[in-house]
């Protein structure tokens, strides 16, 4: 029983437009939430996290939603670069369950930047 | 600094034999993971250590899979008569305590299995 759900294998767009990706999760004991990228050969890296206080949480080009009600987060990315291109993997915590540690991947979505 | 290591970066290997994985974490680091990625799936953890603390295996899926740290700093996963379905990327990951600090990943190890 998958709790995250990335539903989008792949997206495609254009340079200099935005690229949103998206999320959900089923579990309502998850209260954080980060989001990694991934480049061919190389491990995950850490991208930008929000806590279930905040409903968004910006960081330069890269800004993330979270609609608690709705169990949904989406990562933004504005405006969009050939570098961005990646796999971008959504991940949850429940940080009061006493392993806040544990993190609950998605199958990641691939996403690509178009020059 | 350097990152998380992980070795080999690639082992295939038959069906039945055993194989050890490596990590080294990022020094100072003193929360350990390990994670496996199937085909097609997201990372799926595996084991946690912290410090000197009881590692949490709760993830590891059979009991043909084992891990270790020693001096708090390496770790291998170990996985004893490999199977088919074993095969995966297994990542490695550290953090500077636990909890909500960052985790840092390895490039991983894909293991195939034959």
């Known amino acids: 029983d998958q709790q995250v759900k990335q539903n989008s294998p792949s997206l495609s767009v254009q340079e200099g437009r935005i690229s949103i990706l998206n999320c959900d999760y089923t579990?309502?004991?998850?209260?954080?939430f980060l989001w990694y990228k991934k480049y061919p050969a190389e491990g995950p890296t850490f991208l930008i996290s929000?806590?279930?206080?905040?409903d968004k949480n910006e960081d330069g080009r890269f800004t993330v939603f979270l609609n608690k009600s709705a169990k949904h987060l989406s990562l933004h990315i504005v405006p969009s670069q050939p570098g961005d291109s990646a796999v971008y993997f959504c991940?949850?915590?429940?940080?009061?369950?006493?392993?806040?540690?544990?993190?609950?991947f998605g199958k990641g979505t691939l996403l690509t930047v178009n020059p | 600094g350097a990152g998380v290591s992980q070795s080999p970066s690639n082992k295939v290997t038959e069906k039945g034999k055993d194989v050890e994985l490596r990590c080294d974490p990022i020094?100072?680091?003193?929360?350990l993971y390990w994670y496996r990625q199937s085909l097609g799936q997201g990372l799926e953890f595996l084991i946690y250590?912290?410090?000197?603390?009881?590692?949490?295996k709760s993830g590891l899926p059979s009991d043909r899979f084992s891990a270790e740290r020693t001096g708090g700093s390496v770790s291998t996963l170990t996985i004893q008569r490999t199977q088919q379905e074993d095969s995966a990327v297994y990542l490695c990951?550290?953090?500077?305590?636990?909890?909500?600090?960052?985790?840092?990943f390895g490039a991983g190890t894909r293991l195939s299995v034959l």
């Open positions: 991940a949850a915590s429940d940080t009061g369950g006493g392993s806040n540690y544990k993190l609950t």
């Open positions: 250590f912290q410090g000197n603390s009881a590692p949490d």
């Open positions: 020094s100072g680091h003193t929360a």
């Open positions: 579990n309502s004991m998850f209260d954080y």
């Open positions: 929000i806590s279930s206080i905040k």
């Open positions: 990951a550290s953090s500077l305590d636990r909890g909500l600090d960052i985790q840092y």
